[in-house]
């Protein structure tokens, strides 16, 4: 299995991704998780992060406390799409499991420098503030990442916080800028994929028909998450952005994109935040990252289902 760390502002799509990744050992180690201010602010991000671990039956996960704040903005959140605690919906028994002793920046710095180059895959599901933190404090790392692979941005979507951006890079757009001139080779699963992996009422009776606790609070998670959507954009149901990342992982054949160019808006207040892919190859400027566009959302929540029957 393929070594990875998950940083993650749950959220309950973050939820149901490290839900995703905890159920499939074979395929994934998780080393750690690491939390940011993002969907709700820290301490309900850190919260949320050992109540899933709970319910995945997996206490003796670590789970380390990150940045609280963007590198040089406010911190945005989403209690209008998330609610109040950041993963309304189901009733989950409050944590009781510890929090990991240090700074989520430096578990990401350590356990790089710990493996041989190549081995840690990243998986950031909300702002990139705490990979930009430690690229910054660290930057022999950025040669040590096997690979980064995020949920952020949009291109022909546009964006779901403003009409430009993606909430994930629009928080941090700096951090963002960041890691996606890092070096590091980077997948990115934008609102382009996320909008396709749509919950149909099918496939949410599908995780409830499961009848695990797990199953239950999937589909009641998936129930509260972004049901706005339905009347806003006239989907089928919630888009369940963050597991494309830890689905990638499992079944890349998944997805399909193109390795391109992709710049972040760092200065206009207008599109702060737009994640610039060069999708045409216009530039000329050199490819960063492989940007996805489509996914085979059948096979996606077929995958899902299955591995989370496994909790
Ligand atoms: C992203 O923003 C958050 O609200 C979700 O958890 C996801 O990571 C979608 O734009
Ligand atoms: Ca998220």
Same mark, same amino acid.
């Not at 395929?27 to 109540?51: S, Y």
């Given at each position: 299995?393929?070594?990875?760390?998950?940083?993650?502002?749950?959220?309950?799509?973050?939820? *149901?991704?490290?839900?995703?990744?905890?159920?499939?050992?074979?395929?994934?180690?998780?080393?750690?998780?690491?939390? *940011?201010?993002?969907?709700?602010?820290?301490?309900? #991000?850190?919260?949320?992060?050992?109540? +899933?671990?709970?319910?995945?039956?997996?206490?003796?996960?670590?789970?380390?406390?990150?940045? &609280?704040?963007?590198?040089?903005?406010?911190?945005?959140?989403?209690?209008?799409? %998330?609610?109040?605690?950041?993963?309304?919906?189901?009733?989950?028994?409050?944590?009781? /499991?510890?929090?990991?002793?240090?700074?989520?920046?430096?578990?990401?710095?350590?356990?790089?420098?710990?493996?041989?180059?190549?081995?840690? #895959?990243?998986?950031?599901?909300?702002?990139? @503030?705490?990979?930009?933190?430690?690229?910054?404090?660290?930057?022999?790392?950025?040669?040590?990442?096997?690979?980064?692979?995020?949920?952020?941005?949009?291109?022909?979507?546009?964006?779901?916080?403003?009409?430009?951006?993606?909430?994930?890079?629009?928080?941090?757009?700096?951090?963002?800028? +960041?890691?996606?001139?890092?070096?590091?080779?980077?997948?990115?699963?934008?609102?382009? *994929? #996320? %909008?396709?992996?749509?919950?149909?009422?099918?496939?949410n009776?599908a995780f409830r028909?499961l009848?695990?606790?797990?199953g +239950?609070?999937v589909a009641? /998670?998936?129930?509260?998450?972004?049901?706005? &959507?339905?009347?806003?954009?006239?989907?089928?149901?919630?888009?369940? %952005?963050?597991?494309?990342?830890?689905?990638?992982?499992?079944?890349? &054949?998944?997805?399909?994109?193109? %390795?391109?160019?992709?710049?972040?808006? @760092?200065?206009?207040?207008?599109?702060?935040?737009? @994640?610039?892919? &060069?999708?045409?190859?216009? #530039?000329?400027?050199?490819?960063?990252? @492989?940007?996805?566009?489509?996914?085979?959302?059948?096979?996606?929540?077929?995958?899902?289902?299955?591995?989370?029957?496994?909790?």
């Amino acid at each position: 299995p393929r070594k990875i760390i998950i940083d993650t502002d749950p959220g309950q799509d973050d939820a *149901v991704a490290i839900l995703l990744a905890l159920a499939s050992p074979e395929d994934v180690e998780v080393l750690g998780i690491t939390c *940011v201010a993002g969907n709700v602010p820290l301490p309900l #991000t850190t919260r949320n992060a050992r109540i +899933i671990c709970e319910l995945a039956g997996r206490p003796d996960m670590q789970v380390f406390a990150g940045c &609280d704040r963007p590198l040089g903005r406010d911190l945005v959140t989403a209690e209008h799409v %998330h609610g109040k605690t950041g993963l309304d919906g189901p009733t989950l028994p409050e944590p009781v /499991m510890p929090m990991a002793d240090g700074h989520a920046v430096d578990f990401i710095i350590e356990q790089l420098r710990k493996f041989a180059p190549g081995t840690i #895959t990243l998986c950031p599901l909300g702002p990139l @503030t705490n990979i930009a933190t430690a690229l910054q404090k660290a930057p022999d790392i950025a040669g040590r990442i096997a690979k980064i692979v995020l949920m952020g941005g949009g291109y022909f979507e546009g964006g779901n916080i403003t009409p430009a951006a993606e909430f994930n890079i629009y928080v941090d757009p700096q951090a963002a800028d +960041i890691v996606f001139k890092c070096g590091a080779s980077i997948v990115v699963m934008p609102l382009d *994929v #996320t %909008h396709k992996a749509l919950v149909t009422r099918p496939r949410n009776d599908a995780f409830r028909a499961l009848g695990t606790p797990a199953g +239950i609070a999937v589909a009641e /998670m998936t129930d509260f998450f972004e049901r706005f &959507d339905k009347e806003k954009y006239g989907s089928a149901g919630a888009p369940l %952005h963050d597991p494309c990342v830890t689905a990638y992982l499992i079944q890349p &054949d998944l997805f399909k994109g193109r %390795h391109i160019n992709v710049e972040i808006e @760092t200065l206009s207040e207008l599109t702060m935040g737009m @994640t610039v892919a &060069d999708w045409w190859g216009v #530039t000329g400027r050199p490819p960063n990252a @492989t940007f996805m566009g489509d996914v085979d959302a059948d096979g996606f929540f077929s995958l899902l289902t299955t591995r989370l029957a496994r909790l």
